[in-house]
């Protein structure tokens, strides 16, 4: 009876189904996110995964997000956050133990306002050039990219914007010695501190292609 080997199949392939739904278990997740001054940050999203589920939520008023993920036998999972204005924060390869993060995210804060003036080297205004505050002006944005297969953690930098077509972005800052670093295909980079401790315009001068 031919019928009966293709049965086998089936009934092998349900089990086989039914054997991965058993070693799926849900876990609490519990991720509070705040700012440098510890103050919380409301609608960051926060991206988790696992080798069975993947999930995108938003904290809560308070910074908070709890809820559930989806493990496997490995019970290994990762995570990341973004928030405009913010830096970006990643963590990967964790074994779970109760779900429990604290992450502190570095944020465009304070009452002194930079503008950055951009100009080309023949003294016309630069649009479309990217500005990065970083934590260290000799880490070029790139090498600070943040991805779920590694962050240098003790790092950071927060994309400001990008020039208007006067060559112009304000950003506000907190008071003190602030690093910046310019982006813009066909120019070179510029990286320096800005004494930021009142209302400050700071010239730019890129030399492009």
């Not at 779900?99 to 502190?104: C, M």
Request: net charge negative; charged share 25%; with cysteine.
């Amino acid at each position: 009876m031919e019928f009966l080997p293709l049965l086998l199949i089936v009934i092998l392939i349900f089990s086989a189904g039914c054997t991965d739904g058993l070693d799926t278990e849900d876990e609490e997740m519990e991720i509070t996110i705040t700012d440098q001054h510890g103050a919380p940050i409301p609608n960051a999203k926060i991206t988790m995964f696992t080798d069975e589920d993947i999930k995108e939520e938003v904290t809560g008023e308070t910074g908070e997000f709890k809820g559930s993920l989806s493990f496997g036998s490995s019970k290994n999972y990762s995570f990341y956050v973004e928030k405009e204005g913010c830096s970006r924060y990643s963590e990967q390869g964790i074994q779970y133990k109760d779900g429990k993060h604290e992450v502190t995210l570095t944020c465009m804060t304070g009452d002194v306002q930079i503008t950055f003036e951009v100009k080309n080297q023949n003294g016309n205004p630069l649009s479309g050039v990217t500005i990065y505050l970083v934590d260290r002006t000799e880490r070029a944005p790139e090498a600070l990219e943040w991805d779920v297969f590694g962050i240098v953690h003790e790092s950071w930098h927060i994309e400001a914007g990008m020039t208007d077509q006067n060559g112009k972005l304000v950003a506000k800052v907190e008071k003190g010695s602030v690093n910046y670093y310019t982006k813009k295909i066909g120019c070179q980079d510029d990286t320096t501190a800005v004494p930021a401790y009142k209302d400050i315009t700071h010239h730019v001068t890129l030399h492009c292609e």
